[in-house]
């Protein structure tokens, strides 16, 4: 909200790293949300990226602020 040009870097830098997933999904970390190893965190500037691995498709179903130890 401060910065319109940071947060059209940041979109940038999202985008770019979402589109990494494809590439080579199992390369990321087994999640620490849930306990199946299709389930995948993608860590990004503080924010953890959750996806899961379906045959050929990758769904990106969580977008949360980063935690160490998660409740």
């Known amino acids: ?3 319109p040009r940071r947060a059209r870097k940041f979109k940038h830098d999202l985008i770019k ?3 990494s997933i494809a590439q080579n999904p199992y390369q990321f970390r ?3 949300y849930f306990d ?3 389930i995948r965190d993608l860590i990004f500037k503080g924010y953890t ?3 899961r691995i379906n045959e ?3 769904e990106v179903f969580g977008f949360v ?3 160490n ?3």
């Open 1 to 3: 909200m401060d910065s």
């Open 17 to 19: 790293n979402l589109k």
């Open 30 to 32: 087994k999640s620490v």
């Open 36 to 38: 199946n190893d299709n």
């Open 49 to 51: 990226i959750v996806f």
């Open 56 to 58: 050929n498709v990758v």
């Open 65 to 67: 602020k980063y935690q």
């Open 69 to 71: 130890s998660p409740s």
